[in-house]
Each structure stands twice: as structure tokens, then as C-alpha cells.
């Protein structure tokens, strides 16, 4: 199991922008994935960016949607995961969920989930 602390989200203007942080129990540096997905209203659930290990180091993988815009960083010392996002759109309003996955077969971790709505 995997507790997580997610924070940051909330209502902010066409152009903003949020910095929403992700705290989860255990060490994230061991982690095979850590990162932010989210999921608006009659949609699916989608990648935002994430952290993936791998023997060759860590990757990390945007939305096309995103990239230019958001940034994910951590800070293993805190297990926090943040994602800083500028230029906010009406089309990014959804709930941001954070996600673990331990190593490539253990199943996935959500978060609860923080909402952020991007309107005038």
C-alpha cells in the first residue's frame, strides 16, 4: 500500500498558473514510476508526466498536451513529486492524480486526487 498527501490544486485563470505537490509513503527514489495522470469529466484517464526507472536511469515522459508548459520534479529527500504548470488552458481543468507503481509488475497507486479548474 502506498499513502499519499497530494496538494496545490484549486481555481486559477486562463494563462496561470499551480504547482501541485505529491507525497507518498516509502521511498520514491526505489520506485519504477511516480508521477501525475488526470481525468476530466466524461473522459479517460490520461498521462500528464512521470518519472519511469529504468537500467539506463530516469526518463521522463509528457503529454504532447503539455509539454512547454508543465514540468515534473522531486525531491527524494521529502518523497515528493511536484508538477509546476504555466500557461494554464480551460482544456487542462480535471482532477490531477498522483501515481506509484513499485516496480514494473506490482500494481498501480493512486492518490485521491486534487482538483484544478482553469477558468475565467
Known amino acids: 500500500q502506498v499513502q499519499f498527501v497530494e496538494s496545490g490544486g484549486g481555481l486559477v485563470q486562463p494563462g496561470g498558473s499551480l504547482r501541485l505537490s505529491c507525497t507518498a509513503s516509502?521511498?520514491?527514489?526505489?520506485?519504477?514510476?511516480m508521477g501525475w495522470y488526470r481525468q476530466a469529466p466524461g473522459k479517460q484517464r490520461e498521462l500528464v508526466a512521470i518519472?519511469?526507472?529504468?537500467?539506463?536511469?530516469?526518463?521522463?515522459n509528457y503529454a504532447d498536451s503539455v509539454k512547454g508548459r508543465f514540468a515534473i520534479s522531486r525531491d527524494n529527500a521529502k518523497n515528493t513529486v511536484y508538477l509546476q504548470m504555466n500557461s494554464l488552458k480551460p482544456e487542462d481543468t480535471a482532477v490531477y492524480l498522483c501515481?506509484?507503481?513499485?516496480?514494473?509488475?506490482?500494481?498501480?497507486?493512486w492518490g485521491q486526487g486534487t482538483q484544478v479548474t482553469v477558468s475565467s
Open positions: 501515481n506509484v507503481k513499485r516496480t514494473p509488475t506490482s500494481p498501480d497507486y
Open positions: 516509502g521511498n520514491i527514489f526505489t520506485n519504477y514510476k
Open positions: 518519472f519511469i526507472s529504468g537500467i539506463s536511469g530516469i526518463t521522463i
